[in-house]
């Protein structure tokens, strides 16, 4: 699992970060350590995304209820056939998380790729995610909106990821007031927080 700094990084401290299957938000943990440290490539391999599954369950639950009460007022939702079933809101959940977090970086300032990284036959958790740090200036407001978008879609609230950015999932009225990457001279800054020290817990 990846490790939060003790101590404030600086700006140079990280050149390449790689996260191999940090668990469910600790692959979070992992990106914001690398765009907060402006490491110059992120690399991860995400595992488990328990965060997302938590939200989606009941949001999809609630959506069938309301659906089957006011069929001619409650539109299905347009994966209801495909995530009425468990195995395939497991992998939603996986598919929504890590795209998420794709969006997440380019609003950092990094092009993003996402793809197998290894044979199903070895694990099932073979997705990798790989960020390059670049000089362009991100369309945070449209990459913003899309976030939005497909967080809405799948009943999500919450993303570890975003809470680090100060980034907000819910539309709200006014989109700059929740938009906390800002443009700096050729890079991105994001908001100023700073991962926790580690318990002894995590250190063991």
């Known amino acids: 699992a990846a490790a939060a700094p003790s101590s404030p990084p600086s700006s140079s401290s990280v050149d390449i970060l790689i996260a191999l299957h940090a668990c469910d938000t600790a692959t979070d943990d992992a990106l914001w350590y690398g765009i907060d440290s402006n490491a110059r490539i992120i690399v991860t391999a995400p595992c488990c995304h328990k965060e997302v599954r938590r939200q989606l369950d009941p949001y999809i639950s609630v959506q069938q209820q309301l659906q089957q009460k006011k069929p001619d007022v409650i539109t299905a939702h347009p994966f209801a056939d495909v995530l009425r079933h468990p195995i395939y809101r497991e992998r939603m959940s996986e598919t ?93 800054v994001v908001s100023s927080k700073r ?10």
């Open 96 to 188: 929504a998380t890590d795209s998420m977090r794709a969006l997440l970086l380019e609003m950092a300032g990094y092009e993003v790729q996402v793809f197998e990284f290894i044979g199903g036959e070895h694990t099932a958790k073979n997705v990798m995610i790989a960020a390059i740090k670049t000089k362009r200036v991100p369309d945070t407001e449209s990459l913003h909106k899309r976030l939005r978008d497909l967080a809405a879609l799948h009943g999500v609230k919450q993303l570890q990821l975003a809470r680090w950015m100060g980034v907000s999932l819910v539309d709200c009225n006014d989109d700059q007031a929740s938009l906390v990457v800002m443009k700096n001279a050729a890079r991105t």
């Open 195 to 204: 991962m926790p020290p580690l318990t002894k817990a995590q250190k063991s």
